[in-house]
Structures are given as C-alpha cells and as structure tokens.
C-alpha cells in the first residue's frame, strides 16, 4: 500500500522557519519525483517545489524561489522542506506526492499519490 505522510507543520511568527516532512512507504521511492504542494480554502492547490528521486534536482515555485529548500533522503525514504523566511501568505495546508519518473514539474494533475496534509500557520 502506497503511503505518503506529511509531517512538522505548526504556528510560526513572520520571518521565522519550519521544516516540514514527507514520509513515504508502499513504492520504490527513488523512482519517484516527490513533489510538495499547498492549499488555503477557496483556493486551487500551488505546487511549491519538487525533487527527483535519481539525481535530487529540484525546482522551485516563483513563490517560495529562495527561502525555501526541499531535500530528499532516499535510505529513509524521506523528503523535506526547509521553509524560511515565512511570510502570513505561506499560511496553507501542506501537502507532499510522488510521480513515478524523474522530472521536474508542478502541476498536481501529474502525480499519482498523495498524502494527507499538515498545517502551517504563518502569523504576522
């Protein structure tokens, strides 16, 4: 069974950091680009960043372009964001997915798993 579980989310003042975590089980995690995406209510799902399974090449959203850092750790079959810098408009349900392949994208139609989310709260 195919598992992805995102983890680390809090309560985080503005300009303060937080690193949130994706544990995945069920699937050969190295084959996979694990992508991780956010949600506020009303809003369509924004695709934050992306890392592949092979090489760990990443790419990033405009939005979160040098604060933010995802790394992955094949062995543990984990991956991570590092998100500094938070701003009151990063405040989302953060979620992490896997799409078999290795290629850097953000769309969330082309990602086969998801996880249930963790909720980060930026205040101001």
């Known amino acids: 069974e195919v598992q992805l579980q995102a983890s680390g989310g809090g309560l985080v003042q503005a300009g303060g950091s937080l690193r949130v975590s994706c544990a995945a089980s069920g699937f050969t995690f190295a084959d996979y680009t694990i992508g991780w995406f956010r949600q506020v209510p009303g809003k369509e799902r924004e695709g934050v960043s992306c890392?592949?399974?092979?090489?760990?090449?990443?790419y990033y959203g405009n939005s979160v372009l040098g604060r933010f850092t995802v790394s992955r750790d094949n062995a543990k079959n984990m991956v991570y964001l590092q998100m500094n810098s938070l701003k009151p408009e990063d405040t989302a349900v953060y979620f992490c997915?896997?799409?078999?392949?290795?290629?850097?994208?953000?769309?969330?139609?082309?990602?086969?798993?998801w996880g249930q989310g963790t909720q980060v709260t930026v205040s101001s």
């Open positions: 997915a896997a799409s078999e392949g290795n290629y850097l994208f953000l769309s969330p139609h082309g990602y086969e798993y």
């Open positions: 890392i592949t399974g092979n090489d760990g090449s990443t």
